[in-house]
C-alpha cells in the first residue's frame, strides 16, 4: 500500500501563488508516475498536471499551462505543485495520485492511489 498525503492549501487572493506538497510512503517502490488532479463543487475530478518518475517528461491542462509547475523530489518521497497566477476558477479540492506505470497519465483511471486532498480557494 502506498499513502499520500497533500498539503499547503488555503485561501489566497486571486494573482497570487501557492505550493502544494504530496508526501508518500508505505510501499514507495510502487510510486512511478504521479499527478495532480482538482475537484471544484458541483464539478468531476479533473486533471492538471503529471510528471514521469524521473522528472524529464510533464504533462499539463491547458487550463494551468504557463501557471503551475510540477515537480518531484525522489530521493525524499516528495511531489510538488507550484501555482502562479492563481484565478477564482482555480478553487478546488487538489490531489495528488500515483501509479505503477512510467507514463505520466491525464486520465484519472489510470493511478491507482490517491491522497485526501487539499483545499485551494482563490478569492477575488
Known amino acids: 500500500q502506498v499513502q499520500l498525503v497533500e498539503s499547503g492549501g488555503g485561501l489566497v487572493q486571486a494573482g497570487g501563488s501557492l505550493r502544494l506538497s504530496c508526501a508518500a510512503s508505505?510501499?514507495?517502490?510502487?510510486?512511478?508516475?504521479m499527478g495532480w488532479f482538482r475537484q471544484a463543487p458541483g464539478k468531476e475530478r479533473e486533471f492538471v498536471a503529471s510528471?514521469?518518475?524521473?522528472?524529464?517528461?510533464?504533462v499539463y491542462a491547458p487550463s494551468v499551462k504557463g501557471r503551475f509547475t510540477i515537480s518531484r523530489d525522489n530521493a525524499k518521497n516528495m511531489m510538488y505543485l507550484q501555482m502562479n497566477s492563481l484565478k477564482t476558477e482555480d478553487t478546488a479540492v487538489y490531489y495528488c495520485a500515483s501509479r505503477a506505470s512510467a507514463a505520466p497519465s491525464d486520465n484519472r483511471e489510470h493511478y491507482d492511489y490517491w491522497g485526501q486532498g487539499t483545499q485551494v480557494t482563490v478569492s477575488s
Open positions: 508505505g510501499r514507495t517502490s510502487s510510486v512511478n508516475a
Open positions: 510528471i514521469r518518475r524521473s522528472g524529464e517528461i510533464t
